[in-house]
């Protein structure tokens, strides 16, 4: 099985392109109106969603879940550069065929779209959850598209609530959500370059991206050779950075 890979970017075309040059295969998606549509053919028609006026440069990736105001569950930020971003954005998610891994997906719900590797440990509690608030969802269906289910419903606390292992990219109209489950089961990085977000289960897919120009970080490697393992969000890329765990 695959790994995954989002881009967010200015145009739907740039962030399709984006993922390509990464190694991935953009999923065929089709959304609600003001959602981003990706075309098998790869033709992408951009949303027509636009970041909120008087928005800051500053990249909005919550590396814990008191960002978002979630419980203690799962971290979830919004991986954009919103002052870069004048009209249409452009969300691309997709699978990397290459790239051994547990990824999903594409499962839509509603306006909502996402790709990533989940493995829920409290299936029934979850599927109680949404029933008691009205929401139909059959015994059969995949982890992924159980976790998007409880985004979709309850937000962030609906994350908070799920149990396992898993590494989510959402595409929410304007906005790429990235979830990671609380101890850090599963990886998720992200980087940003020429004004496009790129998120990835796979650290090498970041490193093939040719806008990020992605080098050693020799005080990571310091680090990494005198304790063993990287602090916080650094990985041994410059520019490429890891989601915390909630």
Same mark, same amino acid.
């Given at each position: ?42 033709? !992408? ?15 909005? *990736? ?45 499962? *839509? ?17 979850? !599927? ?54 609380? *101890? ?33 970080? !020799? ?28």
């Amino acid at each position: 099985m695959p790994r995954f890979c989002a881009a967010l970017a200015r145009s739907a075309p740039d962030a399709w392109h984006a993922l390509a040059e990464a190694g991935a295969v953009p999923a065929d998606l089709a959304l609600a109106a003001g959602a981003p549509v990706s075309w098998g053919d790869g033709r !992408l028609r951009p949303p027509s969603a636009r970041w909120p006026a008087g928005a800051g440069h500053e990249p909005m *990736v919550a590396g814990t879940d008191r960002a978002v105001g979630a419980g203690p569950g799962a971290a979830v930020g919004v991986a954009g550069t919103r002052g870069d971003v004048q009209s249409g954005v452009g969300v691309a998610l997709g699978l990397l065929p290459a790239e051994p891994g547990h990824a999903g997906g594409p499962w *839509v719900v509603g306006r909502l779209a996402a790709v990533g590797e989940v493995t829920l440990h409290n299936r029934a509690e979850l !599927l109680a959850r949404l029933a008691s608030a009205g929401v139909a969802v059959g015994p059969g269906v995949a982890d992924g598209e159980l976790l998007l289910h409880c985004y979709a419903q309850f937000g962030a606390a609906g994350i908070a609530a799920a149990e396992g292992m898993f590494a989510l990219a959402i595409a929410d109209g304007a906005e790429l959500v990235l979830v990671r489950d609380h *101890v850090g089961a599963r990886t998720l990085f992200h980087a940003h370059a020429d004004g496009c977000w790129l998120a990835a289960s796979s650290l090498r897919a970041l490193r093939r991206w040719p806008a990020l120009r992605a080098e050693l970080d !020799l005080a990571a490697v310091r680090s990494f050779l005198t304790f063993a393992y990287l602090p916080g969000e650094q990985t041994l890329l410059r520019g490429v950075r890891e989601l915390l765990p909630g």
